[in-house]
């Protein structure tokens, strides 16, 4: 459960993140494995072997090999002055390929083995999408502070909040209200299309066409016939070492997020039809608007936003916004407020242009 212990401290969720191994190792840590060795006893003991060989009846003799010799040995010194005794587990464990792993694992390494969700995130976009509901309704009242939500800028400081720390968290954690994660979101979206699979450090069965991208095609078809490629690309954008890219995915996500919120806020849930077509797929009814019907969503959406931004020629401001219209956003406008009318009027069509511009066109117009 979220939220603060009994003394106000925030208590931490268990992470989805936590791997196989990590519930391994942590069955392991047992007092029968405990010990307290210095931080560096490992790797002082692997060099001084290779001294020992150094300084064997076939190394010493060899001056070619004193620089080196004269190197390990200093090497060791600093490691032997700054080697603190610390609390650990020897262990041994089996991976999911059956494979036996032996490690030393140490107290800092804990918080690894049992990662949390970020939370972070969380707030992070709320906080963001909060600001941007604020400014949309400015935008819709005409208020002072209304300006249009700029994806592409949101998605950079979005994905500048995605560490090496928290990124498995990022796609694996349900973070963005409801319960949908970044992975699921993923598994059905190709919203990673474009991206190179060698940019991913990976090697997939997938790339058909063989130019090395993320086509939409190749992606449906991974999901299809290939989920085991799926996984690796998604495991590999939520690996730390690729959170570049991996941030930039994310980042788009959460900006996409806040953008239906806001589209919600300025055209209503009309702008987002609910397809009740078979397989999910939009009826004509579905993409009607205004008794026009549309082929696409997008088309369907244009006509909404065109609506909601066009103001007409003889509306008063309150006509215009009861009819849902946004009084700060007319990117489609051909007309202008009359403050001396109190109503919209059409715009002359020199409206704007300088005198030569203005001869040019009725130059036209006569000819």
Do not use: C
Request: avoid cysteine.
């Amino acid at each position: 459960m979220d939220g603060t212990g009994p003394t106000g401290e925030k208590e931490l969720v268990k992470s989805n993140s936590q791997t196989f191994d990590d519930r391994a190792i942590l069955g392991q840590l047992t007092g029968e494995n405990a010990s307290l060795i210095g931080r560096n006893d490992g790797e002082i003991a692997e060099l001084e072997t290779q001294l020992e060989h150094l300084e064997g009846r076939k190394g010493m003799g060899r001056e070619d090999l004193k620089e080196e010799r004269i190197k390990l040995r200093e090497k060791i010194a600093a490691l032997k002055n700054n080697n603190p005794v610390e609390y650990g587990w020897d262990i041994s464990y089996e991976n999911k390929d059956g494979e036996t792993i032996s490690k030393r694992v140490t107290k800092d390494m804990l918080p690894d083995l049992l990662p949390h969700q970020a939370k972070e995130i969380t707030t992070g976009l709320k906080t963001q999408t909060d600001e941007a509901l604020v400014q949309a309704e400015n935008l819709k009242t005409g208020a002072k502070g209304g300006k249009k939500y700029d994806v592409d800028k949101a998605a950079a400081v979005y994905g500048e909040s995605v560490t090496s720390a928290n990124i498995k968290s990022v796609y694996k954690d349900p973070l963005y209200g409801g319960t949908e994660t970044l992975e699921d979101h993923l598994r059905q979206n190709p919203v990673v299309t474009g991206l190179k699979y060698s940019d991913l450090g990976i090697d997939v069965k997938a790339d058909k066409d063989g130019d090395n991208v993320i086509d939409p095609e190749e992606w449906a078809a991974i999901n299809k016939l290939n989920p085991e490629d799926v996984d690796k690309i998604i495991n590999a954008l939520s690996e730390p070492g690729n959170e570049d890219i991996g941030a930039a995915v994310a980042g788009d996500y959460m900006a996409r997020k806040t953008e239906r919120a806001v589209n919600i806020e300025l055209y209503g849930n009309e702008y987002y039809p609910e397809p009740t077509g078979t397989g999910n797929n939009y009826t004509v009814e579905d993409l009607t608007y205004n008794d026009e019907q549309y082929s696409n969503l997008i088309d369907y959406q244009a006509a909404v936003k065109k609506y909601k931004e066009n103001p007409r020629p003889g509306e008063t401001k309150k006509v215009f916004k009861d009819r849902g219209g946004i009084l700060g956003a007319q990117e489609y406008a051909d007309v202008k407020w009359s403050e001396t009318l109190g109503k919209f009027i059409s715009k002359s069509p020199t409206e704007g242009m300088s005198d030569k511009e203005k001869r040019d066109y009725y130059t036209r117009k006569i000819t």
